[in-house]
């Protein structure tokens, strides 16, 4: 079932704001078929508000230092979901844990890039712990997010090698465009399919989601 529909979207960041930079250019390369209805950054100093405003996208920023702030910043991003209504919540590089309540409230809508092969590696410091670990792959995964830390069902991944003389900075430098490419592709399945987070599983126009979606960045599609 093929549907089509122009996403309306809230994208969450924290930082460089390169995943949004992606999602941006690909909208207006008419690659994405969606539009950016807001962004939110927990850091008045993210370099990708500057992405966002250079677009015209409507920025909000919700300090989070201090650990009082929690609550406000939970908030506070409650407050903009609601108001902007997305039809999916992109947290692309958004550093911090959201309150339960706001992961209840945008259940089944809001989705999260993480670089690893999840369940391998959740939290921080991915790169370093999957060198440590010995592992031949690392990759980046787009999920859910439910409550628990980079835990919500898989919807898809990207892979690559590591290489004996990699460090965590070759591989993090190697990951980057492949999660650009893979965090639109994602956006844009949203916008050609009926993805559903039923419970703990996906369906994908009705069908069960056995496996997460691996994207093959050479025909840049999910096999
Ligand atoms: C990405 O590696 C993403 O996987 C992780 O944080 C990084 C954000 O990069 N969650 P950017 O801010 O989009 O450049």
Redesign the pocket.
């Known amino acids: 079932m093929k549907t089509n529909r122009r996403l309306r979207l809230a994208v969450l960041?924290?930082?460089?704001?390169?995943?949004?930079?992606?999602l941006i250019d690909a909208i207006g390369q008419g690659r994405l078929n969606a539009s950016i209805a807001a962004v939110i950054s927990n850091r008045a100093d993210?370099?990708?508000l500057r992405h966002a405003r250079a677009a015209h996208i409507p920025c909000t920023v919700i300090d989070s230092s201090g650990c009082s702030a929690r609550k406000a910043l939970d908030d506070g991003i409650s407050e903009c979901l609601e108001a902007v209504d997305p039809d999916l919540v992109v947290?692309?590089?958004?550093?911090r844990i959201l309150g339960p309540e706001v992961v209840r409230r945008f259940l089944g809508k809001m989705i999260?890039?993480?670089?690893s092969l999840l369940p391998k590696f959740p939290g921080l410091n991915t790169y370093e712990r999957a060198i440590a670990a010995g592992e031949q792959h690392h990759g980046?995964s787009i999920h859910f997010v439910t409550e628990g830390l980079d835990d919500g069902p898989l919807i898809s991944q990207v892979v690559l090698a590591i290489h004996s003389a990699d460090t965590p900075q070759t591989l993090?430098s190697r990951?980057?465009p492949l999660?650009h490419q893979l965090i639109v592709a994602t956006v844009q399945l949203f916008a050609h399919r009926d993805v559903r987070m039923i419970q703990d599983h996906i369906e994908i126009d009705g069908e069960p989601l056995r496996s997460p979606l691996v994207f093959d960045i050479q025909s840049n599609e999910f096999f």
């Open positions: 960041i924290s930082g460089t704001g390169s995943n949004l930079k992606a993210a370099h990708g947290l692309a590089g958004y550093m999260n890039l993480h670089p980046s993090a990951l980057g999660e």
